[in-house]
Every structure is written in structure tokens, then in C-alpha cells.
């Protein structure tokens, strides 16, 4: 099981630009979790999934985010325009109702200039 | 809202001494408190976990007890090691696999060689 597969590690992108995040649940997991961690604010969770449906996005900060899990095996999370504010490391995760706790993926680190 | 709050921010302990934890949550409809270990550049990872019809768990070092009347739960590490070195952070919610967890702000802990 390779577990949770978050692309790109890193990203480096200048104010204004579209940045796109992509995460792979771990096979069988039905929930999709996505988080932001900064020193601030630590752990918050952004928006998560069940069976492909959006549960819960009260904790998406703006329009300017939005996410999508358009099968089982993938979802995006997209923020367009990207701020300097928007720096921090952003973290999937994914969990089955068979399963205690989620698997988090390595995350991206993502940093606007 | 939901809140969980998480002390000490911060921990240093001599190698071999134990290490505690604590955490107070807020919604009494919690039921499952999930503690997990986030190492330097890594996504954080599920290390022990307890269910509200429980008051203690122990798996080898590690322990973590809850009081569901006071609504707090704690971890305890014994025979602390230098690999104990991480961010711990504890979280609550109201259930195991596919539901929304509250985390806690985090604390640093380092054991000292």
C-alpha cells in the first residue's frame, strides 16, 4: 500500500497564479480529508468528502478555494487567485468506515510570492 | 464552536523520564479521540487512539487515559527516547473513520540525550 499520494511536495508560485493540489486516497477509503497546518493556526480542516460528495466546506477560507474528488481515487484542491496568506503546508488524508483514523499523505508545501 | 485545547505547547524531558500531555475538548457528543506523532517534514501519523467507552488505553510506552465526565484526555509516554522528538497532537470527534476531527494546537516535545 503506498498510502496517501500528495503531488507536488513543494510549490513556489507568485501572487495572482492558479495553483492546483492533487491527492490520492489510499484505495477502499470512501472519506477525503483535506487540512492546511501553519504555525498560526495550526491543524484546520478545509473541506472533506464522503463517497465523493462534499460533507463539510464551512472551513474553506474564501471563494477563491475550491475542491473536487471527481472519483474515488482522486481529488484536487484549487486556489485561484493564490495570495501570500494562502503560504502553509497543505495536507490529504483519507479514511474508511472500517478503519480507525486517518492515513495522512506528506503534504505539500505550498509558498506564494 | 468545537475546540480543543492542548498543553503544553512545548515540553522538554530528560531521556528516560515520562512525558504527559493533556487535552480538553468542548462537544460532549465526542466520542473518539485519536493522538497522532508529526516528525520534521513528514504528515502526521496515527500513533494511539481511545473510544469514549473506555477510560485508559496502553500499547507498549505509550498511554492515554480519558475522563468523558471533565471532558479531558491525556497521553502519557514513559522511557522517553530521543526518537520520541516530535510535534504530538491530539483530536476529538464524534466518531473513529469517516468524521471530521477537532486537532489540537500541537505540542513540540523534545527528549534530551
Known amino acids: 500500500d503506498a498510502g496517501v499520494i500528495q503531488s507536488p511536495r513543494h510549490e513556489v508560485t507568485e501572487m495572482g497564479q492558479e495553483v492546483t493540489l492533487r491527492c490520492k486516497p489510499i484505495?477502499?477509503?470512501?472519506?477525503l480529508f483535506w487540512y492546511r497546518q501553519t504555525m498560526m493556526r495550526g491543524l484546520e480542516l478545509l473541506i472533506y468528502?464522503?463517497?465523493?460528495?462534499?460533507?463539510?466546506d464551512s472551513g474553506m477560507p474564501e471563494d477563491r478555494f475550491s475542491a473536487k474528488m471527481p472519483n474515488a481515487s482522486f481529488s484536487t484542491l484549487k486556489i485561484q487567485p493564490s495570495e501570500p496568506r494562502d503560504s502553509a503546508v497543505y495536507f490529504c488524508?483519507?479514511?474508511?468506515?472500517?478503519?480507525?483514523?486517518?492515513?495522512f499523505g506528506s503534504g505539500t508545501r505550498l509558498t506564494v510570492v | 464552536g468545537e475546540n480543543v485545547e492542548q498543553h503544553p505547547s512545548t515540553l522538554s524531558v530528560q531521556e528516560g523520564d515520562s512525558a504527559v500531555i493533556k487535552c480538553t475538548y468542548s462537544?460532549?457528543?465526542?466520542?473518539?479521540f485519536p493522538w497522532y506523532k508529526q516528525e520534521l517534514g513528514k504528515g502526521p501519523q496515527l500513533i494511539i487512539d481511545?473510544?469514549?467507552?473506555?477510560g485508559e488505553k496502553k500499547d507498549q510506552r505509550i498511554a492515554v487515559t480519558l475522563n468523558k465526565t471533565a471532558k479531558h484526555f491525556s497521553l502519557h509516554i514513559t522511557e522517553t527516547q530521543p526518537e520520541d522528538s516530535a510535534v504530538y497532537f491530539c483530536?476529538?470527534?464524534?466518531?473513529?473513520?469517516?468524521?471530521?476531527?477537532?486537532f489540537g494546537t500541537g505540542t513540540r516535545l523534545k527528549v534530551l540525550a
Open positions: 484505495s477502499g477509503h470512501n472519506s
Open positions: 468528502f464522503n463517497n465523493n460528495v462534499p460533507i463539510d
Open positions: 462537544d460532549s457528543a465526542s466520542n473518539y
Open positions: 481511545i473510544r469514549s467507552n473506555v
Open positions: 488524508a483519507s479514511s474508511s468506515d472500517y478503519n480507525y483514523g486517518y492515513t
Open positions: 483530536a476529538a470527534s464524534r466518531g473513529s473513520g469517516t468524521y471530521k476531527y477537532i
